[in-house]
């Protein structure tokens, strides 16, 4: 297997633009999830999907993101309109209840001018 | 209060030293705890579980202390390679479906 695999790797972006980050988790996981890191936070978690339905998300900043999880093999995370505050690294993982290992994908980098 | 916090660091060692990190948590329902390595502009990944009885895994130590909240890592006879950010991670659940990670604490080993 691949591994989990992210899209973009890098981004930038003009401040107001929409953002979508992509994610396709390891085939037969059954959680995703969607974390955030900064300097000054560390490492966030912002949602998670069981079995493709939202379970917690309590971590989204704010109404201008957004998470969609279509099938068991995609899901994105969406900005719009996106804020020079957003700049970050996002990192998508997935695991398959019972394992104690979340595998992470190599994330993407956002800076937003 | 954060959920899971750790003292950043950095935490420069020679070569072969011991070095120890904390991690406290405040939920204490909390089951399932973890460490994580992190290089430098990479994806965590998983370093080891941290079991009640305390666990080893070659030249490193994992320890629980449920009543005082806070886990520990001990690295023994520390090479380069070990030069990376360690996260603590927390599941308030018996399994990993709410992950809470610390900020995480950045080990530099110098020859």
């Known amino acids: 297997d691949a591994g989990v695999i992210q899209s973009p790797r890098h981004e930038v972006t003009e401040m107001g633009q929409e953002v979508t980050l992509r994610c396709k988790p390891i085939?037969?996981?059954?959680?995703l999830f969607w974390y955030r890191q900064t300097m000054m936070r560390g490492l966030e978690l912002l949602i998670y999907f069981n079995n493709n339905v939202p379970i917690d998300d309590s971590g989204m900043p704010e109404d201008r993101f957004s998470a969609k999880m279509p099938n068991a093999s995609f899901s994105t995370l969406k900005i719009q309109p996106s804020e020079p505050r957003d700049s970050a690294v996002y990192f998508c993982?997935?695991?398959?209840?019972?394992?104690?290992?979340?595998?992470f994908g190599q994330g993407t980098r956002l800076t937003v001018v | 209060r954060k959920e899971v916090e750790q003292d950043p660091g950095p935490f420069n060692v020679p070569e072969g030293a011991t070095v120890a990190f904390n991690c406290t948590y405040s939920?204490?329902?909390?089951?399932?705890f973890f460490w994580y390595r992190q290089d430098c502009r990479k994806e965590p990944k998983l370093l080891m579980s941290?079991?009640?009885s305390g666990n080893e895994d070659g030249r490193f130590t994992a320890q629980l202390n449920r009543a005082s909240q806070y886990i520990s890592l001990l690295i023994r006879d520390s090479k380069l390679s070990d030069s990376a950010t360690y996260l603590c991670v927390v599941s308030p659940v018996n399994n990993n479906n709410d992950m809470r990670f610390g900020a995480g604490t950045r080990l530099t080993v110098k020859p």
């Open positions: 941290v079991y009640s």
């Open positions: 085939s037969g996981h059954d959680y």
């Open positions: 993982a997935s695991s398959h209840r019972g394992l104690t290992e979340a595998f």
């Open positions: 939920n204490s329902a909390s089951q399932s």
